[in-house]
């Protein structure tokens, strides 16, 4: 069927969470993600089709197709596809195939990478002031314990936070 068929099919094979290595089996979820980003859904085809489809071709026993048993598939869809489409069978079948080589994984819905300044003032190192700044040493690396024990000015028995000016002022105003 082709050599872009093929290549979308192994893209979708290996998108999504948890996917780990080269995989040449698709999921029906990444069945369902590849006609929902291509737009092959219509009147006529729907997720039902697909997953009906995708049990039909699939071994038994198995959760997983292979591009062959994908090529099967589609045999099965394109009559859905060209009905929705009204267009004839042959007609379909290649549209099909061609809107699932264009098409590609949809990145919709995802965490993109934050375009505020506030990340990078987080973890620069030269805008901490006070104590804090004791728990980096010049290179900005962290101090650890010993950077932490540095910045504890104050006497953690006497239970008041440094620099507090009344400590021992309580009993004097609450004991009348």
Known sequence: MGDYLKTQFITFCNFGAGVKGNKSTLTDKNLTKMFKDCKLYGKFLTTTDTDI???????????????TEFEKLLEDIAPKYAKSNRLSLDAGSKA??????????????????????????????????????????????????????????????DGYVGNYRGSGTYDKVHNK
């Not at 006070?130 to 900005?140: A, I, L, N, P």
Request: no cysteine; aromatic share 6%.
């Open 53 to 67: 489809a995708f049990s039909k071709v699939k071994e038994k026993g198995k959760k997983e197709i292979t591009f």
């Open 96 to 157: 099909l195939i061609d809107a699932i080589s264009e098409g590609g994984p949809s990145l919709a819905g995802t965490t993109g990478v934050s375009k505020t300044g506030a990340v990078d003032r987080m973890t620069d190192h030269t805008q901490y002031t006070g104590s804090h700044r004791e728990r980096f040493d010049e290179t900005g690396r962290g101090k650890g314990l010993q950077g932490r024990q540095a910045s504890d000015a104050s006497d953690a028995s």
